[in-house]
């Protein structure tokens, strides 16, 4: 019996392992589970010692070869450990597996490039590109001609620039280029590019060059906005325009506000002259225009040569102006009278007298004096409705022996800001050499100052129209290389007219 069962399971044995290779031969995806019978074979090997358990097997193998599906699928199902651990078909072959996970690998690596392409790829996540440096892109407002233009002559400083909008005008095809310094337009240095048609042309402003910005002042110390908003607030008050008929808001600001120290520049507020206007004075001829300049300046109008000119008319006076004109023979003395021709009123006369170097200037009087002449000699000029006078600024001519002295037309005590009269005074003679300003004014047009708008309300629309800006610029009473920019807050205007805000209406007025 002992003979008989070796027998046996030696041809159990046997026909088991031509069923097992017969097995991996058809299909390699029943490995597994070829040596889980292997493994049940070497168990009943060890642990079955009656011979009619060889016949159970074969059974389970013989139906292998009629399985079209591999039976690895079935495997999930068991989740046991043990199980897992029986299980050692990838460790049965590690030259195939090695071999399939390095053409694993070059896949991979083959397909590096185009990953990296793709702005989703992984692989780009991981490795930063840097980005190309690309030149200055075109801002969205400025054609580009203009812009292709201006590259062409800023060069490699294109990025020092920026299109200042205040300064540019789209309609009149002006684009202002100005040049940054510390993040802040430098008002001085730039380009300003014209378009006319299809010609394009520019103009370099001064301070192009290479700049020493240690000069300039460090915006982290500028007074805040609204400090700056409240100082041009203060400024603020009414006035009259008079060729307009208009009573305004406008800023009384005389220059701008320093971004450092908050001070203001305003217009000195100077003292009131009550005056007693004659009305207005009349020639119809130049023999009475010639009587009228002897009389005033004492000139023996005999020995000058009278010369007519009618083209000396400017904005400032509307009306159409004749010039009547004298020379002396010797060139020396020459006297103008301006009129208006329809009516002959006069409106404005200059001498004027070649000094001598060696002339010298007597010492002068205190200046309420020279006020005092002035007014007394404009008021004989003078419409009059206009009852008050307001001394704006005092001249004082270091190349000639004169003082200048300038008035502001009042009414209501408002200043009628478009009504200005300036006298020059001879430090010798005393005459009143010259008068300018419209003669002409009157006030029987102006509104009276009642149901105006709130002064807070015109200050508002007033920054709407022209918000502070914080500039950079040059400061006008110094020069040379070496000197610092100023660093102010200022309303910057395309147009070089004033602006107002209506105290009735509250719209805007330009005059």
């Known amino acids: 019996m002992t003979y008989l069962h070796n027998d046996l399971q030696k041809r159990a044995r046997k026909v088991k392992q031509q069923q097992k290779w017969m097995v991996l031969s058809k299909a390699s995806g029943v490995a597994v589970a070829a040596f889980l019978i292997f493994g049940l074979a070497n168990m009943h090997d060890v642990g079955v010692k009656k011979p009619q358990t060889v016949s159970l097997p074969p059974a389970e193998v013989v139906e292998l070869p009629k399985t079209k599906q591999p039976i690895l699928p079935k495997q999930p199902e068991s989740k046991k450990p043990t199980e897992q651990k029986m299980n050692p078909p990838v460790r049965t072959t590690p030259k195939e597996t ?6 694993q690998v070059d896949k991979n690596k083959m397909n590096t490039e185009p990953i990296s392409q793709t702005p989703t790829g992984e ?3 991981r490795q930063p590109v840097s980005p190309p440096i690309s030149p200055p892109v075109s801002p969205p407002d400025i054609p580009a001609p203009v812009w292709t233009y201006f590259q062409k002559i800023a060069g490699e400083n294109t990025n020092e ?11 009149t095809g002006q684009y202002y280029f100005t040049r940054m310094v510390n993040g802040i337009p430098y008002l001085d240095s730039g380009y300003l590019v014209q378009v006319q048609g299809e010609k394009t042309q520019s103009l370099a402003l001064s301070g192009n060059k290479q700049l020493n910005t240690q000069l300039f002042p460090d915006p982290a110390k500028a007074i805040p906005m609204e400090q700056a908003q409240q100082a041009f607030a203060d400024s603020v008050e009414l006035a009259y325009v008079g060729n307009q008929s208009k009573l305004v808001y406008f800023p009384g600001l005389f220059g701008n506000i320093n971004a450092i120290d908050g001070t203001v520049r305003k217009e000195e507020q100077k003292q009131l002259i009550p005056i007693t206007p004659h009305g207005k004075q009349y020639v119809r001829n130049e023999k009475e225009a010639a009587a009228f300049l002897s009389k005033e300046l004492q000139l023996p109008m005999n020995e000058m040569t009278f010369r007519y000119d009618s083209s000396n008319n ?7 102006l004749k010039v009547l004109r004298w020379t002396s023979e010797n060139q020396q003395k020459s006297v ?7 009516t002959g009123q006069i409106v404005s006369y200059y001498f004027n007298e070649a000094e001598e170097s060696s002339k010298k ?6 200046t309420e004096a020279y006020i005092e002449s002035a007014s007394l000699f404009l008021q004989k000029f003078l419409d009059k409705s206009i009852q008050q006078l307001r001394v704006k600024d005092i001249i004082r001519n270091s190349s000639r022996s004169e003082i200048t002295i300038q008035f502001q037309a009042m009414h209501h005590n408002i200043a009628i800001i478009d009504r200005t009269f300036e006298l020059s005074i001879d430090l010798e003679t005393e005459q009143v050499v010259s008068m300018n300003g419209d003669l002409t004014t009157s006030t029987d047009t102006l509104p009276e100052p009642v149901n105006v708008i709130l002064r807070e309300t015109a200050i508002e629309r007033l920054l709407e129209e022209g918000p502070l800006e914080l500039v950079y610029a040059n400061n006008p009473g110094l020069s040379g290389a070496n000197q610092s920019p100023q660093l102010i807050y200022t309303i910057i205007k395309k147009e070089t007219t004033r602006t107002g805000i209506d105290a009735r209406s509250g719209k805007k007025v330009i005059w």
């Open 98 to 103: 090695n071999k399939a996970r390095t053409e």
């Open 361 to 366: 200037t007597p010492d002068p009087k205190p």
């Open 123 to 125: 692989s780009q996540m």
């Open 161 to 171: 620039y920026q299109v200042h909008p205040s300064l540019s005008n789209e309609k």
């Open 314 to 320: 400017n904005s400032m006076r509307p009306q159409n």
């Open 336 to 342: 103008s009278l301006d009129v208006v021709a329809d």
